[in-house]
């Protein structure tokens, strides 16, 4: 069977008709994995046992006649900041080299249950902080369109593994952009849901009020598939909300005409390559034809959103990271006399350049003397944003934006330069601040054959609406 942009639905329904074993397609995409992956570097940790005992039992429905589920046989991967039980979870990090989870993040459960074949463990920046992949602890992801670029961070290994066919699919996970820009960059598409659709159970932390997790996938459709079958409340996660989901396959079909999207004049300013913006431009102007109303709006404190986010995020997780300390899992230093040097040495050795310059700016964010003047200035210029999408949604359905300001940059180009590290994500924090869905579909190519992603952002808990806009976008591109 071609793998080479399998869909979720022919996936499943070569394994339902039997031209195909779930075991085999799985063969075949670990096959793929060995041959391609040594220079991409998506993949972390396989998990091949429990792969092929989920696809033997999808092989054995299928066999009998039976329907298969709505992932039924579907090879996916999981970014490597979600728990799995029995499987190497790192989170890309040193401190958790060999941590071995006894228990499933509720998304990785839910697609399971849905009849996924979970492949193995993606590539990421360490804890998910980076704009690159080229924070993880391991090895830097590439991406698979020119080896020479970065995949986008920190969901680059998820976005990397669905571009290079490694996968039908994947899981990322976005605290300001994490599976939008990766998916940009590579040519996929990307959503984050609405902060609370999607359990954070088993996902582990990096900010906890922005952690939202989304799939990655090769198609509008596809992404609409996934997220029904991880959306919804968990009660093991008080932040999941209670709100009914929709049938988001079904919604897809419904007709544009009629609808007002926004054009922001705030992400159309300095910074925004050319290429990218006349791409971007050519998309509203193809929605426009497709029938829907193009409406100026305008979103004043974007220009406040990135200092805000790194604050907000780092104060965050210098809080949530203070759990890796050697003393009951990860990393523990050797050769150490009093608790204190044990603590002091496991996470020096153990957490790398990035985690540790983002730990000691949110402690100093949160320290005394300094809270208010930063953190808490932070969250308010966080409530002037959310506010700001606010009034925009009171006159239009969707936002549309470009993704990032550039297509992909090259490896080790901005490395040494955290602000303009910091700078790519001007473009996705926002919605994180505010808590609202957005995605990233691919809507063209520079001159150098790299991708371009058209960002739609709607309202909290209406990604039916992006859905539908982003599909109606594919399908006429």
Not at 189 to 212: K, N, W
Not at 324 to 338: I, P
């Amino acid at each position: 069977m071609e793998i080479k942009s399998l869909t979720i639905d022919a996936a499943r329904a070569a394994i339902q008709n039997c031209t195909i074993t779930a075991t085999a397609l799985a063969g075949s995409l670990y096959a793929k994995i060995a041959t391609d992956d040594p220079q991409i570097g998506a993949y972390l940790t396989l998990s091949k046992e429990r792969a092929l005992a989920k696809a033997a039992e999808m092989d054995a429905l299928a066999a009998k006649g039976e329907k298969l589920p709505p992932l039924g046989g579907v090879p996916v991967g999981v970014k490597d900041v979600m728990a799995t039980r029995g499987v190497r979870t790192t989170a890309g990090s040193k401190i958790l080299g060999n941590y071995i989870p006894p228990y499933d993040c509720t998304a990785v459960a839910r697609l399971e249950a849905a009849g996924a074949v979970v492949l193995g463990k993606l590539n990421c920046d360490e804890f998910a902080m980076g704009s690159s992949n080229e924070n993880s602890a391991w090895h830097p992801v590439h991406n698979p369109r020119d080896l020479s670029r970065v995949p986008g961070g920190s969901s680059g290994g998820s976005a990397a593994a669905v571009a290079a066919d490694m996968a039908v699919a994947a899981l990322g996970s976005d605290t300001g952009g994490s599976i939008r820009q990766p998916a940009s960059f590579c040519g996929v598409v990307g959503l984050m849901p609405t902060y609370g659709r999607v359990s954070r159970y088993g996902l582990i932390a990096f900010a906890s009020s922005l952690d939202h997790i989304g799939p990655l996938t090769k198609t509008v459709k596809d992404a609409a598939i996934v997220l029904q079958v991880i959306a919804g409340r968990d009660p093991m996660d008080s932040t999941s909300a209670a709100v009914a989901v929709p049938d988001y396959r079904g919604e897809l079909e419904k007709p544009v005409r009629g609808l007002k999207i926004g054009m922001a004049k705030e992400y159309f300013g300095e910074g925004l390559d050319r290429e990218v913006r006349a791409a971007i431009e050519a998309a509203i102007e193809k929605l426009a034809k497709l029938g829907c109303e193009v409406v100026p709006v305008s979103l004043p404190h974007t220009q406040y959103a990135v200092p805000a986010y790194y604050i907000v995020a780092t104060a965050e997780a210098s809080s949530n990271l203070a759990r890796f300390d050697g003393v009951r899992y990860g990393y523990r230093a050797d050769g150490v006399r009093t608790l204190s040097e044990m603590y002091r040495r496991s996470r020096d050795q153990g957490f790398g350049t990035e985690v540790k310059r983002r730990i000691m700016l949110g402690t100093y964010a949160l320290s005394a003397g300094y809270y208010d003047a930063y953190y808490l200035k932070a969250q308010r210029v966080r409530t002037l944003l959310t506010r700001d999408f606010e009034e925009a949604f009171q006159k239009v359905d969707a936002i549309v934006t470009p993704t990032s300001p550039t297509a992909a940059f090259k490896l080790g180009e901005k490395v040494d330069d955290p602000l303009a590290m910091y700078l790519a994500d001007i473009y996705t924090v926002t919605a994180d601040l505010a808590g609202i869905p957005g995605i990233s579909v691919p809507c063209g190519e520079t001159r150098e054959k790299l991708p371009i992603g058209l960002q739609i952002l709607g309202r909290h808990f209406d990604e039916a609406t992006i859905l539908r806009i982003a599909h109606a976008y594919e399908q006429a591109h």
